[in-house]
């Protein structure tokens, strides 16, 4: 009987300390780039919103991360599915950074992106560089409200106006009146995926303003059907054109970092740290390891 080949894996719970809050992310150990369609099946197997698939590459002298989502779209930019892989990575004591110098780096579709890292006593913590903030259209609040089951008196926050922004991907900004409006949301996701098509954007980024005597200065909930994403818990990639959107609209100040809250109505609240500078956004927090194992290919 020929033995089967097998991949260490674990799960990591991302932008959180603590197991079973945050968002889950499967993280698969490999030599190399595996078969294309390894990557959706195992991605599928896991069921997570996204997989990340992770090895050293001596000649890139940087750890290599390619990511997926349950249906194999493969996603891009600096969000839970990096930040989770490079904490797993180091939590599991791999050398990633002995090859670089003061400037640390993971490589993602062959583009470098940028880290700095500490530590909280044994977690590490990891801020991931984001491209400054774009904004694109903005978007009425009618065809939002039928999409995401709301009125349309429910969007009038600070006369804010949902818009497109991106850092790394385009997400649509869409501003509510309170954390009870947010919390109501019931997505339409034919009607979702039809207005990400027609704006070319990918996830709904909905939120409401917070007082930050209570740690964060937003909350959010966060809906991408258009690569197979009902809800997820927590959402760097859209983080970071979050931060962006707000500080366009001074709303937050450059140079100090917030907090932003996600992941409540799943039960899995997540806390994603941001701040923004002059050339780029940072986006980061911590992950723990919660469960690991080996998967058979």
């Known amino acids: 009987m020929t033995e089967r080949k097998s991949l260490a894996y674990c799960v990591a719970d991302v932008f959180t300390k603590s197991s079973y809050k945050g968002n889950p992310l499967a993280v698969v150990f490999t030599a190399g780039n595996l078969e294309p369609g390894q990557y959706e099946n195992i991605s599928k197997e896991f069921g997570y919103s996204e997989t990340s698939f992770v090895y050293y590459s001596e000649i890139q002298k940087a750890l290599n991360i390619r990511s997926f989502t349950p249906t194999g779209f493969e996603v891009d930019g600096a969000g839970h599915n990096l930040l989770g892989a490079v904490c797993a ?124 005597a209570e740690g964060y200065v937003a909350e959010s909930r966060f809906f991408n059907p258009l690569i197979g994403i009902d809800e997820d818990a927590a959402t760097g990639t859209a983080a970071g054109p979050l931060a962006g959107f707000l500080h366009m609209n001074e709303l937050i100040k450059a140079g100090n970092e917030y907090r932003i809250l996600q992941g409540v109505k799943l039960n899995q609240p997540s806390l994603i740290d941001v701040m923004v500078r002059k050339d780029d956004i940072l986006v980061g927090g911590s992950s723990v390891i919660t469960m690991q194992g080996e998967i058979y290919l």
């Open 89 to 212: 990575a180091l939590i599991r004591g791999m050398e990633i950074f002995k090859d670089q110098g003061l400037d640390h780096f993971v490589i993602m579709k062959e583009n470098p992106i940028f880290l700095a890292i500490s530590y909280d006593g044994m977690t590490p913590v990891v801020k991931m560089q984001q491209k400054p903030a774009v904004k694109g259209h903005t978007i009425s609040s009618e065809p939002l409200a039928g999409a995401l089951g709301l009125s349309i008196e429910d969007f009038t926050l600070r006369g804010l106006a949902p818009a497109v922004v991106s850092t790394e991907v385009s997400h649509l900004m869409v501003p509510v009146t309170s954390s009870a409006i947010l919390n109501s949301i019931k997505p339409d996701n034919h009607q979702l995926i039809s207005l990400s098509k027609q704006f070319d954007f990918e996830g709904f980024y909905c939120f409401t303003l917070n007082d930050e």
